[in-house]
């Protein structure tokens, strides 16, 4: 049975098993914040959504609620599971940088609409919808895979932002943001490197 190997570009940043070290990095650092929460509640009111400091001018209520995850034990669990898996494959396709602006350009997109829709609260499941957003825009790229019934992710769940976002649920916005611009860092890689794309060629597996 024939399928395709997929050949990436060996940019020194998103080099094919290179350490997801961003994904890691914040992963770790929300994970700390997040237990501490516990024995000292006091860390999750200094970071999370509060409109009354936002007004007061402490703008970088709009950052910090990410670093926290303010959800029952399992919910915590499941939110940084997603963003483990959903962020080490962003990583290997957009590299470091990329993902970073990705992460916290769409988690920060998230909670400003959390101000209006759902404050007070904290949470990364915002910056996780991005991430996901990004990932849907690769799957639908000539470098994503080919199987139909991959590609057909990449449609199903900004759909599924849209509808979360006329509902007036705080995790649509991001979804699409990171959807598109997902998709404009992979249309600024064609143009800029036209002769350096994704190239896949046939290749033989053994039947099983």
């Known amino acids: 049975m024939k ?3 997929v050949h990436l570009r060996h940019d020194r940043e998103r080099m094919p098993g290179r350490w997801p070290i961003a994904t890691v990095s914040v992963l770790a650092v929300t994970a700390v914040l997040t237990v501490l929460q516990f024995p000292f509640p006091q860390v999750r009111l200094d970071l999370w959504r509060d409109p009354d400091a936002l007004a ?16 029952a034990v ?8 997603c963003i483990a898996g959903l962020g080490a494959l962003a990583e290997r396709v957009y590299g470091h940088g990329r993902w ?27 910056a996780a919808a991005g991430l996901l957003g990004a990932v849907c825009a690769w799957l639908l790229s000539p470098a994503g895979p080919r199987q ?26 991001p979804l699409l943001v990171g959807f598109g611009l997902g998709a404009l860092l992979l249309w600024r890689d064609r143009r800029r490197h036209p002769d350096d794309r994704v190239v896949a060629e046939a290749g033989q597996v053994p039947r099983s």
């Open 3 to 5: 399928v395709p190997v």
């Open 56 to 71: 007061a001018g402490q703008w970088w209520r709009l950052v910090t609620p990410l670093l926290v995850q303010y959800d």
């Open 74 to 81: 399992w919910q915590i669990v499941v939110v940084f599971a």
């Open 100 to 126: 970073l602006l990705l992460y916290f350009g769409c988690g920060v997109v998230g909670q400003a609409f959390g101000y209006l829709w759902a404050p007070p609260d904290a949470g990364a499941s915002v």
């Open 148 to 173: 139909a019934q991959v590609r057909v992710w990449g449609v199903v769940w900004p759909l599924g932002g849209i509808v979360l976002t006329a509902r007036g649920e705080m995790h649509g916005p």
